[in-house]
C-alpha cells in the first residue's frame, strides 16, 4: 500500500491556512526550508515520519488528520491481507462456516 503524499500535502495545506501560517513560517517551526514545505504540500517529495510529526505538532493536528484517507486505505490492506492468511488455513467445513458468515455479515446494517 503506498501513501498517497498529494493527499497529505492537501490536507498539511488545508490545516496550515486554516491557521493562518505562511509556508516560510511553517518551514521555520520544523527547521526545514520553505521550498520543502512547498514540495511536500503538492506531493512532489516523500516526507519522513519525523517531518510528519514535526508538522502535525506545528498545525496542533494529529498525524491521523494529517494521513487522512491514506491511513483508512493501509487499514483496509492490512484486514485484507489478515483474513486472506486466515482463509488460507481453513479445512472446507470452515471455509463454507465464513464464507455463511461473511455474506451474513455483508448482509448486516451496522448504521443505527
Known amino acids: 500500500m503506498e501513501l498517497d503524499y498529494i493527499e497529505i500535502g492537501r490536507n498539511i495545506r488545508h490545516y496550515r491556512l486554516m491557521r493562518n501560517i505562511k509556508q516560510k513560517e511553517l518551514a521555520e517551526m520544523i527547521q526545514v526550508s520553505d521550498q520543502h514545505i512547498s514540495h511536500i504540500e503538492n506531493g512532489y517529495t516523500k516526507l519522513s515520519l519525523i517531518t510528519l510529526v514535526s508538522i502535525a505538532n506545528a498545525l496542533?493536528?494529529?498525524?491521523?488528520?494529517?494521513?487522512?484517507?491514506?491511513?483508512?486505505?493501509?487499514?483496509?490492506?492490512?484486514?485484507?491481507?489478515?483474513?486472506?492468511?486466515?482463509?488460507?488455513?481453513?479445512?472446507?467445513?470452515?471455509?463454507?462456516?465464513?464464507?455463511?458468515?461473511?455474506?451474513?455479515?455483508?448482509?448486516?446494517?451496522?448504521?443505527?
Open 60 to 112: 496542533k493536528v494529529d498525524c491521523n488528520t494529517l494521513l487522512g484517507d491514506t491511513i483508512q486505505g493501509a487499514r483496509e490492506s492490512v484486514l485484507q491481507k489478515k483474513l486472506m492468511s486466515i482463509i488460507g488455513e481453513l479445512d472446507i467445513k470452515k471455509l463454507g462456516l465464513a464464507v455463511e458468515f461473511c455474506d451474513m455479515l455483508a448482509k448486516y446494517d451496522l448504521e443505527p
